[in-house]
Antibody, heavy 119, light 112 residues
């Protein structure tokens, strides 16, 4: 059974940093591109960042470029999102998601972890 | 970030059919057959319902179907059931310079 379990969310002050983790199981993690998607309270889904299978290529939405970094450790079957210079508008549930690269769609989502940026 | 446009809400009675539209541009929906649809119940993670415009993953009811015409994709739910009440989001691969993947604004489906 495919499982994605995010962790690391919580309350952080504006300007602070946080690292989210996503533990993958039930599939060959190193064979899949992975994405982070976020959802602010009461709002829609917004794509944040992606990474290829071996971590050599990453891409991010403009609103997080220079602040967020996606990475992965295939030996640990874990995806990360390193977030710096956090702002109130970064408050959201962050989902990690498995991506079908050849067909361009997300086929499985984690349950999400809530990040709250507030003083 | 410019999202794909969906109606904010739709409703229908049990057994009826409803169609959710998803309007993009020639840089996303219109140029690629990479439209997918997700169902999200409150407090839950999204679930894939349709991929590549009209393909259903294993385990998804055949009451859900997808199509596309020009810059607009559609999700039809036939034989509406109480369990279909949820938020629905479309998404598309995009060639916009600042984006890779774009989601719709979301549609709240209510079963009357």
């Amino acid at each position: 059974e495919v499982q994605l379990e995010e962790s690391g969310g919580g309350l952080v002050q504006p300007g602070g940093s946080m690292r989210l983790s996503c533990a993958a199981s039930g599939f060959t993690f190193s064979s899949f591109w992975m994405h982070w998607v976020r959802q602010a309270p009461g709002e829609g889904l917004v794509w944040v960042s992606r990474i290829n299978t071996d971590g050599s290529y990453t891409d991010s939405a403009d609103f997080v470029k220079g602040r967020f970094t996606i990475s992965r450790d295939n030996a640990k079957n874990t995806l990360y999102l390193h977030m710096n210079s956090l702002r109130a508008e970064d408050t959201a549930v962050y989902y990690c998601a498995r991506y079908r690269n050849s067909y361009e769609y997300i086929d499985f989502w984690g349950q999400g972890t809530l990040v709250t940026v507030s003083s | 970030q410019s999202a794909l446009t969906q109606p904010a809400s739709l409703s229908g009675s049990p057994g009826q059919s409803i169609t959710i539209s998803c309007t993009g541009t020639s840089s996303d929906v219109g140029d690629y057959n990479y439209v997918s649809w997700y169902q999200q119940h409150p407090g839950k993670a999204p679930k894939l319902m349709i991929y590549d415009v009209s393909n259903r993953p294993s385990g998804v009811s055949n009451r859900f179907s997808g199509s596309k015409s020009g810059n607009t994709a559609s999700l039809t739910i036939s034989g509406l059931q109480a369990e279909d009440e949820a938020d629905y989001y479309c998404s598309s691969y995009t060639s916009r310079s600042t984006l890779v993947y774009v989601f719709g604004t979301g549609t709240k489906v209510t079963v009357l």
